[in-house]
């Protein structure tokens, strides 16, 4: 929902009529270009076997016994696991072409999409998610992607937007206002999955993470309006949009955490 069709719609209607269908093919592809490079490769880098101290050995994720065997985080069989990691590695990439949305050639985006799953996501995954990665080991946490998700793309794409040019940059208005509020709601409302699911359970941590990503979400719009009305005089339609996804963004990496502390030094 966040990536297909959230983002699709989303980046197709905030750019200008000519980049419209360039943009949301863009993201269409990223999604299943990983999908593709994810099982072929990509799983068993971000969460398989030690290779190196921050990759995991390459290798396909299609195995009838691997599938069907619980994964190393619960109950849930490794099937689902692949494919709930996938999303995250999908919507990663569909985040940086955000950066490059009327600057980028689409055959150079093609090439670009697998290489980086390979060379980038895949070594900060491993690093911080995967429980031999040695990040991992140094107890770093990452709830749901604010390190491997936000932060890494958020560098990728502003490297790319620095490198890559764009002449329409000073004036970008979008070609469709209610498109873009029905693509930024699809993205709010599949947000509940990316946080809530992230605990791989049924838990407090997964309630908390749903409730702390809608409050969080809704406060940063509210705020972000509000400014627009105090600093331009008006409220802004795209103000709300950016002040929605970066409510999302700031809540992502510990969004599900609850830590009581009680007597004897516990904590729950």
Same mark, same amino acid.
Request: charged share 10%; with cysteine; hydrophobic share 55%.
């Given at each position: ?91 990663? $990439?569909?985040?940086? /072409? #955000? +950066?490059? &949305?009327?600057? !980028? ?8 999409? @697998? ?62 206002? $209610?498109?873009?509020? /029905? #693509? +930024?709601? &699809?993205?709010? !409302? ?8 992230? @605990? ?69």
């Amino acid at each position: 929902m966040q990536s297909v069709p959230g983002l699709v719609i989303l980046y197709g209607s905030i750019v200008k009529k000519k980049w419209a269908v360039n943009s949301a093919f863009m993201a269409l592809y990223a999604f299943a270009a990983v999908l593709i490079c994810w099982v072929g490769w990509g799983y068993q880098m971000a969460f398989g076997d030690k290779f190196i101290p921050f990759l995991g050995q390459p290798d396909v994720a299609l195995d009838q016994k691997f599938l069907l065997r619980r994964t190393f985080v619960g109950y849930l069989p490794n099937a689902t696991m692949v494919y709930f990691q996938f999303v995250f590695a999908a919507i990663t $990439l569909i985040l940086i /072409a #955000g +950066a490059l &949305l009327g600057r !980028m050639n689409f055959h150079a985006w093609m090439i670009f999409v @697998p290489l980086w799953l390979t060379f980038s996501y895949t070594i900060t995954a491993y690093s911080i998610w995967c429980p031999t990665g040695w990040l991992y080991k140094k107890g770093i946490i990452d709830y749901s992607g604010g390190y491997v998700i936000h932060l890494s793309s958020g560098v990728a794409g502003f490297t790319a937007a620095f490198w890559v040019p764009n002449k329409d940059r000073e004036r970008f208005p979008p070609n469709n206002i $209610l498109l873009m509020l /029905a #693509g +930024a709601g &699809l993205l709010w !409302m599949g947000w509940t999955g990316f946080n809530g699911g992230d @605990p791989y359970t049924v838990s407090v941590d997964a309630s908390l993470a749903v409730l702390n990503t809608h409050v969080c979400t809704a406060t940063s719009l509210l705020v972000w309006l509000l400014l627009d009305i105090i600093f331009f005089g008006k409220p802004s339609v795209i103000g709300a949009i950016q002040g929605m996804i970066t409510g999302l963004v700031c809540i992502t990496p510990a969004a599900g955490k609850n830590y009581i502390f009680i007597p004897n030094n516990r904590i729950m």
